[in-house]
């Protein structure tokens, strides 16, 4: 069982559809929770991140964090064409090296107008 | 405005050659930097911590002597696929942390 799963889609939603991204993981021990957004043939940007369970909202986005079901998600309101991108969930927990960075593969979103 | 720089964006190459790609800090100075690969539709791993002054870190099953990297300066680091084979073709990304990472744009290799 790998770490952390997320779904690759592909995602197809229209114009101003409420967009629902998720990952699950297995480590207990992950501390910080992040969402990456990459665009084609681009380094991927951080969108958002949170440590405690809950709501986080910034503009059109939320991310949400439910340690207990160890499952976190992203929403996107008002969903724009410049949304399409392929999203990554990110977790970190310490280890012997420092900070260890573990993503999910990524689910590629489409955006129609 | 961009934090980290690679070069080049995009690199085309015979089987059998060496290629390097430069991943620099802009505005501050970075003693550690990560280097990654992403094959397509896969998520990015960690290839190697490259660390300035000393030697990198390799990540399990990542070969040291295939992937040369040197962090020369608090600014640069360089990662050279010496005796590139078709099964190299990737995306490489570099990144740096400041509380949070930092990517760069990232260079698509492609070996024939």
């Known amino acids: 069982q790998k770490e952390v799963e997320q779904d690759p889609g592909p995602l197809s939603v229209p114009e101003g559809a409420i967009v629902s991204l998720n990952c699950t993981y297995s480590?207990?021990?992950?501390?910080?929770f992040m969402w990456y957004r990459q665009y084609s043939r681009k380094g991927p940007e951080l969108l958002m991140y949170?440590?405690?369970?809950g709501n986080k909202e910034d503009g059109r986005f939320t991310a949400q964090v439910d340690k207990s079901s160890k499952y976190i998600s992203l929403f996107i309101r008002d969903s724009q064409p410049s949304d399409s991108a392929t999203y990554l969930c990110?977790?970190?927990?310490?280890?012997?090296?420092?900070?260890?960075?573990?993503f999910g593969k990524g689910t590629t979103l489409s955006v129609s107008s | 405005g961009a934090v980290v720089s690679q070069h080049p964006s995009r690199v085309i190459c015979k089987s059998g050659t060496s290629v390097k790609i430069e991943c620099r800090s802009l505005?501050?100075?970075?003693?550690?930097m990560f280097w990654y690969r992403q094959f397509p539709k896969q998520s990015l791993m960690l290839m190697a911590t490259?660390?300035?002054?000393?030697?990198?870190?390799?990540e399990q099953g990542v070969e040291k002597d295939k992937f040369l990297i040197n962090h020369a300066s608090l600014t640069l680091s360089t990662l050279t696929v010496t005796s590139a084979h078709p099964e190299d073709s990737s995306f490489y990304i570099c990144?740096?942390?400041?509380?949070?990472?930092?990517f760069g744009p990232g260079t698509r290799l492609t070996v024939l």
């Open positions: 990144s740096v942390r400041i509380l949070q990472q930092f």
């Open positions: 480590n207990s021990a992950f501390q910080y």
């Open positions: 949170t440590y405690s369970s």
């Open positions: 990110a977790m970190t927990f310490a280890n012997q090296a420092g900070t260890a960075l573990i």
């Open positions: 505005d501050f100075q970075a003693t550690t």
């Open positions: 490259s660390n300035e002054g000393s030697k990198a870190t390799y």
